[in-house]
């Protein structure tokens, strides 16, 4: 009677080891080893690197964002004057701006005017938003006053205007240039409004990090520019900022109630929340597909076992009739399928995590083999291709892996274990 053994006594290590690494000749199949290894290694990089990028896309898309554009937006509702004349324009806005501030959760309540004008210098032109902020409120938003990069001084600001990186590269200015910007709300005449036109010293030029946002952001002085876009007075909207931006709609009714009955808010869920509901939804697609590749490597797996399982049944009906048990021969040979999953999904882990550390210098490569333009940033947003490696990514990774590839593993090795050892040594 076959004497029971210790799962995974040493012994049973061994052999699967002296399978793993025979040679054809002597009944192995070390080429579909390496195969199988091959594959599971490449499946697994292929999936935590594109966990890493997606991740890195997605916390860089929304740092640009929640870096340089307000959390949450307070406007007002048109409000109808004795003469028919509508306005949404909030006139008691440094009371309003206060009250908002001391809302528990809120950084920050700017004053706003903004409007949409047409930049000069020379023969080149560029349509511009203009955001007119205090100072002191435009040196509070994080990538503009601490940008990737930048020409000038906040200090100076007061005595001009600050531009996006896009704007100045298509005005061909720089820092101490002259712009002219004209706007078609200007000065009131008889005969309607007039268009207006002042010239202005760039004292500023910042890269945000957003195309969409450096080739057409402009800050004025507030004071300047409600005198110039005919706000006197009064300002568009408050620009509010959070602690916590990812929880922005719970502190959105302590909001409302701090600004009045007429007040609207609009936050960036409210204009980003379908790309990043899109971003999601790739997420997942992308998971699935490439859990299917990580399926696909894991069957060769099967393959080899069923082809060392056929040259090897000479030795395992020797083995049995030398007392090994069923599942002493189950493990040898799930063994040596756990075996090539587990190394196989450590070197795609590693593999993965390396391409994401260094995927600046691998892209620069890549964009260089190919001359240039992989990477339009009018499409993507921003500059560059980021990655982010992210311990959820790199487990939930790691366990599809091994688990797929110990689950298939199995199979060829129970009926390795249920081979008859006489059926096995009959023609031998």
């Known amino acids: 009677m076959a004497r029971s053994t210790p799962p995974f006594a040493r ?31 490449l499946a697994v990089f292929a999936l935590v690197a594109t966990l890493s990028i997606r991740a890195g896309f997605r916390e860089e898309f929304v740092d640009t964002m929640l870096g340089s554009n307000a959390h949450v937006t307070l406007m007002q509702y048109p409000l109808t004057d004795k003469n028919g004349v509508s306005s949404r324009t909030i006139s008691d806005y440094t009371q309003m701006a206060a009250d908002v501030a001391a809302v528990p959760g809120v950084t920050r309540a700017a004053p706003l005017v903004r409007a949409t004008a047409l930049a000069t210098a020379g023969s080149y032109n560029a349509p511009v938003d203009i955001y007119g902020i205090s100072a002191a409120d435009l040196a509070t938003i994080p990538r503009v006053a601490h940008p990737e ?20 590269r298509t005005l061909g200015v720089q820092v101490g240039d002259t712009i002219r910007i ?37 800050y004025m002085p507030l004071a300047e520019a409600q005198r110039f876009l005919n706000r006197d007075g009064v300002v568009d909207e408050i620009e509010v900022m959070v602690a916590d931006p990812e929880d922005v709609d719970a502190i959105v009714p302590a909001l409302m109630e701090a ?63 030398m007392g090994l ?13 756990a075996s090539i999953g587990t190394i196989g999904t450590a070197l795609g882990i590693m593999l993965g995590s390396l391409f994401a550390i260094y995927i600046d210098p ?12 992989v990477w339009d940033p009018s499409i993507r947003g921003i500059y560059h291709l980021p990655a982010k490696l992210e311990a959820g990514s790199i487990l939930s990774a790691m366990g599809l ?6 689950i298939v593993t199995i199979f060829p090795a129970r009926r390795a274990a249920r081979m008859n050892p006489i059926e096995a040594l009959r023609y031998e």
Do not use: H
């Open 401 to 406: 892996s091994l688990g797929l590839s110990w």
């Open 259 to 321: 600004a009045g009955p007429r007040a609207m808010p609009w936050t960036w869920k409210d204009s980003a929340g379908a790309y990043l509901r899109a971003l999601t939804v790739e997420d997942n697609v992308m998971f699935v597909l490439l859990s299917i590749l990580v399926l696909i490597a894991a069957m060769n797996i099967i393959s080899g076992l069923v082809m060392l399982v056929k040259n090897k049944g000479r030795d395992i009906g020797i083995l049995r009739t």
């Open 362 to 373: 691998i892209f620069s490569v890549v964009n260089y083999v190919s001359g240039g333009g």
């Open 11 to 41: 012994f049973e290590w061994m052999i699967a080891w002296r399978y793993l690494r025979a040679r054809r000749a002597e009944g192995g199949v070390s080429v579909m080893t390496w195969i199988s290894l091959i594959g599971i290694t």
């Open 149 to 168: 990069e930048s020409q000038g001084t906040l200090d100076d600001f007061e005595g001009g205007v600050a531009i996006g990186s896009g704007v100045a």
């Open 325 to 337: 048990t069923e599942g002493s021969v189950l493990r040898v040979f799930f063994i040596c399928g």
């Open 182 to 218: 004209t706007s078609p709300n200007g000065a009131r005449t008889p005969m309607g409004t007039v268009p207006r036109a002042n010239a202005y010293t760039v004292t500023y030029v910042f890269t945000a990090g957003r195309y969409d946002i450096d080739r057409v952001r402009l």
